[in-house]
């Protein structure tokens, strides 16, 4: 079986970067500022982090901007190895972010909610590097941007998967007794967590050991 890639999102300090990445983490998620949801730290703060990231460990700016000149002018604030676009990009200028920022992947987060969600991913996959598929609602008033804890229909993102021809995280509410599932099921790239690997909001060495373990198992 592939190894599964995991990434460890809403880092907030350097030594919970390298908590996760000593406990086998393959990338780290560095929060911007978001309209709801955790971990959002100051863009100094998530500089301060990338820059202590070793490879072949890739660094993730989790930016809610809309527009590519404020993702452009969000990222040359921190420098990440990956920019993962949590809302919709304007315009789907992606050929405006590559133009500019040539050396830098890009992840766009596909908010899985029903069908349109399938036709929405197929289109954006011929733009990005990867998909991450979240359970985020962009629709509400106060944007879920991320960070919910919540499952989506892993059905519908099992579909996804089969028909992209790129890299697929998986996030939302998975943890250390149904990851092994959520593997099985979709069979993504990579999985993304950040709640189910927390105490009190701040990232626990035992629980991460007990998400790979149960991995591995």
Same mark, same amino acid.
């Given at each position: 079986?592939?190894? %599964?890639?995991?990434?460890?999102?809403?880092?907030?300090?350097?030594?919970?970067?390298?908590?996760?990445?000593?406990?086998?983490?393959?990338?780290? =998620?560095?929060?911007?500022?978001?309209?709801?949801?955790?971990?959002?730290? /100051?863009?100094?703060? %998530?500089?301060? #982090?990338?820059?202590?990231?070793?490879?072949?460990?890739?660094?993730?700016?989790?930016?809610?901007?809309?527009?590519?000149? $404020? %993702?452009?002018? +969000?990222?040359?604030?921190?420098?990440?190895?990956?920019? &993962?676009?949590?809302?919709?990009?304007? =315009?789907?200028?992606?050929?405006?972010?590559?133009? /500019?920022?040539?050396?830098?992947?890009?992840? &766009?987060?596909?908010?899985?909610? *029903?069908?349109?969600?399938?036709? /929405?991913?197929?289109? #954006?996959?011929?733009?990005?590097?990867?998909?991450?598929?979240?359970?985020? !609602?962009? !629709?509400?008033?106060?944007?879920?941007?991320?960070?919910?804890?919540? %499952?989506?229909?892993?059905?519908?993102?099992? +579909?996804?998967?089969?028909?992209?021809?790129?890299?697929?995280?998986?996030? =939302?509410?998975?943890?250390?007794?149904?990851?092994?599932?959520?593997?099985?099921?979709? &069979?993504?790239?990579?999985? *993304?967590?950040?709640?189910?690997?927390?105490?009190?909001?701040?990232? *626990?060495?035992? $629980?991460?050991?007990?998400?790979?373990?149960? #991995? !591995?198992?």
């Amino acid at each position: 079986m592939t190894r %599964i890639r995991v990434k460890i999102c809403c880092i907030s300090s350097i030594e919970e970067a390298l908590m996760a990445i000593k406990c086998g983490a393959s990338a780290i =998620g560095l929060v911007g500022n978001m309209p709801s949801g955790p971990g959002v730290i /100051e863009d100094n703060l %998530i500089s301060e #982090i990338s820059k202590k990231i070793p490879p072949p460990i890739s660094s993730f700016l989790l930016t809610s901007e809309t527009k590519a000149s $404020k %993702i452009i002018e +969000h990222y040359k604030k921190v420098y990440t190895s990956t920019i &993962q676009i949590v809302d919709e990009l304007e =315009g789907r200028e992606y050929k405006k972010l590559r133009k /500019e920022l040539p050396n830098v992947k890009l992840v &766009q987060v596909i908010h899985v909610i *029903d069908d349109k969600s399938i036709k /929405e991913a197929l289109e #954006i996959s011929k733009f990005v590097d990867a998909l991450l598929l979240d359970s985020g !609602n962009p !629709n509400l008033k106060v944007k879920e941007l991320g960070g919910t804890g919540r %499952i989506h229909n892993w059905e519908l993102s099992k +579909h996804i998967r089969k028909e992209i021809n790129i890299p697929l995280f998986l996030a =939302g509410g998975i943890n250390k007794h149904n990851v092994k599932k959520a593997i099985e099921t979709v &069979q993504p790239f990579g999985i *993304d967590l950040c709640s189910s690997v927390r105490t009190n909001g701040n990232l *626990d060495e035992r $629980k991460l050991k007990e998400l790979f373990n149960a #991995i !591995n198992y």
